[in-house]
């Protein structure tokens, strides 16, 4: 029976080894430094701010793995013989393998800050850097100030947490505005607006020069790079995006660059070696779509589609429409098609902007300046259904189309106040369209 | 003793660890609860024999009191915040996480309901027309303004359970603030409580007289969940007051077999069980903070079904068996004689199997065999009844096999562990194990309604908010991370999933009964090639 290997227990993995299972016999092992089971990431903040516990966020009970035969070994492989096909562990064991799939993930990116190492100086990705935020952050008594680095959504995440046990956070952000190299300037304002609105002290254009150590080795005040100024803190949240979670590969012949090197078909340049989710670059990019795409739905349509390979049915990673979502604070965020913020917008991109008075929705629809071709849309506070959008994108919707049937979209519950009127009376203030309905 | 620490800034070991201090009550919250707990204490001092002068004021005093806790506390850990999800340190609190403070809860709630049900005397009762003492003496004032007569331990009860859907209603209305769906919702449930659960039944009391006599009826409460409906003396005492009294009995047939059936093929069971339900009611408002405990494991998923469709066949055959019991054989006299009452539900259950078995049998998969056993018990015992033309049933008088009935179910599950277990067990146990109306509404959601929770496209990221906040213990993340819907018979449509969902994936909804059932291999988003491969069935 052929062993397939999986290295990661994340999304990647762990979809790759469900569907693997459903197609075929094959004898399947999931291997994991991190936890026994397979939890959902996106959650871990949820446990901090006491909405989960860690048990709440596993989405299948203990006895699924078992029951489908899916192997769960806890280890840290440390290298990869590929000639022989076998893992070494850092503790000494040894494990082979017919097929192997990495899927490590991500680690938190440092840039070589002075002090970037210090004690009380994490990132917030794995359930370490949970277990270790819970000692170090448990409230304002120990913890009185807590400054994040890095403006994207886990650094968001990380000041809703501490904002949650009424920490005092300071927000370093090296953008103008906040996510703006990926959010249109209306969107990003008002989203400054929302993370001062919960009294966190939101610092744009700044940026870290250096982490200062007390004489235990903790953090204890960052010094910004711009003013020199000094602000004093218990910890230091490092969320400068993420990279992936390779370094165990460097001394093996598996080709890497920022991430695990892989063609179409999620193949490395090892025979019977693939590599899928956060740490999977692609050669050629689908689309729109970047080499490294660490994001939660991605991982798990790596997942379906390299277990066809594996399973005798070679597919291409070739996903539909780009489409994803976030939560900033209490501002839901859901993105499908392209809409690019000022940074890498192609001059072809021209967008419509709604914004409502109470300034915590908005929606953005990007369309083709020539054509009115609709290209995507973020959504704020306001609820729309994938399948429609990705409907219209494949029919190649124009603009006027798709303001005037967003109704059709909305995916709010029952009895919400609707404001496609109000939309589609602002769309003809901005862009003076006559048309019949 | 040496008191030197190493390190100042450690935090106590205390709880430190299991309960960070960030989550303790503030000032004003801890100065709310005294209140509240002040109010509660002098309703216990009533329970034990303090016998307070001016009544009606110490009354007031003490449910103004309660309301006021909780409007304080609720006050200041809401207001302060913007609109939006407020589950922060739900998992850390003492109350909300079976701390200590959640085992005292349950014992004293369970304490009261046993008292309650069995030991009404020490509550006051005045017993063989004694004049009340104690905590019912103290209602006495009250019940007199409403329905002009004397409390019993029951309008002590009722009193309670209104008071603790408002407040809590009220609670709840802060927290869900933004949602206009729970809003309406608590107001409805609210008002249902108020009106038809407390004002109404006193007020009808109060039209009694020596020749006309209604029995108390709350009207929103059905069978079977109002299991005593049907028995001789609420016939009698409604047919004999004449057509106000008839018109009462047709309403209360005409609720399970007419307006049930359509409310909830239009709306599924959520019209009832977090709409109009007192039961809901309660657990909706003064049980909210206790939602999360449910048990979502398939083991406990596989004991619910085993045991709540088994209630509802045992109230099924009480409630035939009672009936039957009080009819007479004679149709000239009656038309309805025994045979012909049980000719008529032996119909009507056959009826309902041969059209769920005919046209919904590949739903039901492999619980078409127990609706088979349970049809066939039903029968089995109905048959066994004409023949042993007596009042038992097998060795069971139809009153005994109440009364059981009544203590077991109506008493110990719905009252004892199903509301004084709320801390410990979550507060929909009664409903999602033990409630025949429930179970009946719910075989009728999961067959035939247009209900059915959406799931959105691909936006599901597992992380089990949906699952850990849902009442009923559905695992909703298990269906929302497959792109399913969610058509499940046990779900009251309470929408708290579709609230706490941090990416909007889901979403309650009555639509049309083509495709409500769903399941996907790959989630939009993908391969659009692959996806065609695999979900098309």
Redesign the interface.
């Known amino acids: 029976m052929e062993h397939l290997v999986i290295i990661g227990n994340g ?1 990647s993995g762990v979809t790759l080894a469900r ?1 693997v299972r ?1 197609l075929s016999d094959k004898k399947i092992t999931i291997i994991s430094a991190e936890t026994d089971y397979f939890f ?1 990431r ?2 871990l903040m ?2 901090y ?5 860690y048990e ?4 299948y ?1 203990d006895w699924f793995w078992k029951k489908n035969r899916i192997e769960l070994k806890k280890g840290y492989v440390k290298t990869i013989e590929t000639k022989s096909k076998t893992l070494h562990f850092s503790n000494g064991e040894t494990l082979e393998y017919d097929k192997l799939v990495i899927a490590t993930g991500s680690k938190p990116n440092k840039f070589g800050w002075p002090g970037q190492d210090l004690k009380r100086v994490q990132g917030l990705y794995s359930k370490q850097d949970v277990d270790q935020l ?1 000692k170090d952050a ?5 913890c009185k100030r807590a400054v994040i680095v890095g403006g994207g959504l886990i650094g968001i995440e990380l000041a809703e947490m501490l904002n ?4 005092p956070v300071t927000f370093l952000v090296r953008e103008s505005s906040f996510w703006n190299g990926v959010l249109p300037e209306g969107e990003s304002e008002m989203l400054n607006r929302h993370i001062r ?2 009294h966190i002290d939101l610092r744009l254009s700044t940026n870290l020069k250096e982490i200062k150590a007390d004489e235990n080795g903790h953090a204890k005040s960052v010094i910004i790079e711009e003013t020199g100024e000094e602000i004093e803190c218990d910890l230091v949240g490092l969320t400068a995006g993420v990279s992936p979670n390779i370094d165990f590969l460097k001394s093996t012949d598996i080709a890497t660059s920022k991430g695990v090197i892989v063609n179409k078909y999620l193949e490395t340049n090892i025979e019977d070696i693939y590599a899928i989710g956060d740490c999977a670059e692609q050669q050629e990019p689908v689309g729109n779509r970047r080499p490294i795409e660490a994001v ?2 991605t991982g ?2 790596m997942g ?2 390299l277990a ?1 390979t594996i399973c005798g049915n070679k ?7 780009w ?1 994803n ?3 900033f ?2 501002i ?1 965020y ?1 993105t499908y098609g392209w809409v690019f913020g000022k940074k890498g917008r192609p001059e072809y991109e021209k967008h419509f902007h709604w914004k409502h008075s109470d300034d915590t929705k908005c929606i953005t629809v990007a369309f083709h300046k020539d054509t009115n071709i609709f290209l995507g849309i973020n959504t704020f506070g306001v ?5 429609v959008f ?1 409907r219209w994108l494949t029919e190649q919707r124009d603009i006027d189309y798709v303001i005037t049937h967003l109704k059709q979209a909305n ?7 609707h404001y496609e009127k109000d939309i589609i009376s602002e769309y003809k203030n901005q862009f003076a369209i006559s048309y019949s309905k | 003793m040496n008191h030197i620490h190493k390190n100042m ?1 450690t ?1 106590k070991p205390s709880m ?2 299991t309960k ?4 303790d009550l503030s000032g004003k919250q801890k100065l709310s609860t005294a209140i509240g707990i002040l109010g509660l204490i002098i309703l216990a001092l009533a329970a034990f024999n303090v016998n307070f002068p001016y009544k009606p004021i110490v009354l007031t005093a003490a449910l103004v009191m309660i309301t006021a806790g909780v409007v304080l506390f609720t006050n200041d850990l809401y207001l302060g915040k ?4 407020k ?7 003492s109350i909300s996480s079976r701390g200590l403070w959640a085992w005292i809860t349950g014992i004293a709630l369970t304490s009261f309901y046993i008292i309650l049900y069995f030991k009404a005397a020490w509550l006051g009762m005045g017993t063989d027309g004694a004049n009340n003492t104690g905590l019912v003496a103290l209602f006495d004032p009250l019940s007199r303004l409403l329905n002009g007569g004397q409390a019993s331990q029951w309008f002590v009860y009722g009193t309670l359970y209104t008071v603790a859907i408002l407040v809590f209603g009220y609670k709840f209305l802060l927290k869900y603030r ?4 729970e809003r ?1 919702r608590t107001f409805s449930v609210m008002f249902f409580q108020l009106a038809f659960a407390f004002l109404i039944p006193e007020f009808m009391a109060r039209l009694n007289s020596d020749t006309f006599s209604l029995p108390y009826y709350d009207l929103k409460n059905i069978w079977p969940l109002n299991y005593y409906n049907f028995e001789q003396y609420r016939v009698d005492s409604f047919i004999s007051a004449g057509d106000i009294g008839l018109a009462l009995l047709i309403f209360g047939i005409l609720s399970i077999f007419v307006i049930t059936p359509i409310l909830t093929f239009k709306y599924g069971k959520r019209w009832y069980c977090s709409w109009v339900c007192g039961c809901g009611g309660l657990a909706e408002t003064s049980g909210d903070a206790f939602r ?1 405990l449910s048990d979502k ?2 083991f406990a998923w596989n004991i619910e079904r085993w045991v709540v469709h088994s209630v509802v066949v045992f109230v099924t055959l009480m409630t035939t068996a009672v009936i039957y019991s009080y009819l007479g054989n004679d149709s000239s006299k009656y038309w309805l004689t025994k045979s012909t009452f049980l000719i008529s539900v032996a119909t009507l259950l056959t009826v309902v199997f041969a059209l769920v078995m005919i046209f919904k049998r590949d739903q039901l998969a492999k619980d078409a065999k127990y609706g088979a056993i349970g049809y066939f018990i039903i029968i089995m015992v109905l048959i066994g009844m004409h023949y042993l033309n007596g009042s038992n049933l097998f060795l069971f008088k139809a009153e005994s096999l109440r009364q059981f009935y009544g203590f077991l179910i109506g008493a110990i599950f719905s009252g004892v562990i199903g509301t004084g277990f709320y801390p410990i067990f979550g507060n929909r146990v009664w409903c999602r194990f033990g409630c025949p109306m429930a179970a009946i509404l719910g075989f009728q959601q999961r067959l035939f309604s247009k209900f059915r929770i959406t799931t ?4 599901c ?5 949906c ?2 906040y849902c009442e009923m213990g559905i695992d909703v ?2 269906y929302a ?1 497959k792109g399913e819907n969610i058509v499940r018979s046990s779900c009251v449509g309470c ?1 708290i999933c ?3 969902c ?3 994936v889901l ?3 009555n639509d049309s009964m083509k495709g409500r059932i769903n399941s996907n ?11 065609d491969l695999l979900n098309q069935k």
């Open positions: 999304i569907h459903k959902s996106t959650a949820y446990i701010m006491g909405h989960m516990t709440h966020t596993k989405p009970e819970e448990p409230n304002k008594t120990v949650s046990r009424n920490i609105s919960h939660w739905y798990r349509m379906e589609v066809q597919m291409a990673y070739n996903p539909g429409h489409f979502s976030a939560k604070m209490d839901e859901q609820r729309m259904k994938h399948e990705n995916f709010d519950p029952e009895f919400y106040t | 800034n935090p430190s660890l960070p201090e960030a989550f913007h609109p939006g999800i589950n922060d340190g739900v998992m850390f609190k933004h949602n206009r769906y309406l999360h494991r398939q959105n496209g691909g936006q990221i597992s992380c089990g908010n699952s850990t993340r298990a991370q929408g579709s609230a706490v941090p990416r909007g979403k309650l909804e291999e790959i989630l939009l988003g993908n391969d659009v090639d692959l996806m």
